[in-house]
């Protein structure tokens, strides 16, 4: 089956955002009412404001930049796999910056409403990414 030409765009652009580095970018992808969940470090995240300061945190201090590899896509939402890179250039909480490069394997499963995405599962290995650090 094809995947739904519109929110392969939508899911075309989203991966763009995160790419620019630029979150501003990144939030018009998303309703006000987002339910965003990072399955690797235990976090539920409500709503936009939720959402923009969890990216701020961590998002910008790992640098990251995505590399989807797979992507399903209906009128209902997606599915994607890609791999998660960057430098630990800034402080995380409780994690000192490393200055290391990592790369870490995941995939998304989203819910897209009105050209939005409404609901957020990212599953990825925080052990790994920690390893690659030298933080674990």
């Known amino acids: 089956m094809p995947n739904d030409p519109e929110t392969e765009e939508l899911v075309k652009g989203y991966v763009r955002?995160?790419?620019?580095g630029d979150l501003e970018r990144v939030w018009a992808f998303y309703a006000d009412n987002i339910v965003y969940e990072d399955t690797a470090v235990n976090q539920v995240y409500y709503g936009i404001d939720?959402?923009?300061e969890f990216y701020t945190k961590s998002m910008s201090a790992l640098g990251v930049r995505w590399l989807v590899d797979t992507c399903y896509a209906t009128d209902e939402g997606f599915a994607i796999a890609w791999h998660m890179g960057g430098i630990h250039e800034h402080d995380l909480p409780g994690m000192p910056a490393?200055?290391?490069f990592f790369t870490v394997p995941g995939a998304s499963i989203a819910r897209v409403k009105n050209g939005k995405i409404v609901r957020n599962r990212d599953f990825w290995n925080?052990?790994?990414?920690?390893?690659?650090?030298?933080?674990a």
């Open 17 to 20: 955002a995160i790419g620019s």
């Open 50 to 52: 939720a959402v923009k």
């Open 98 to 100: 490393t200055g290391k």
């Open 126 to 135: 925080n052990l790994d990414l920690l390893r690659q650090l030298g933080l």
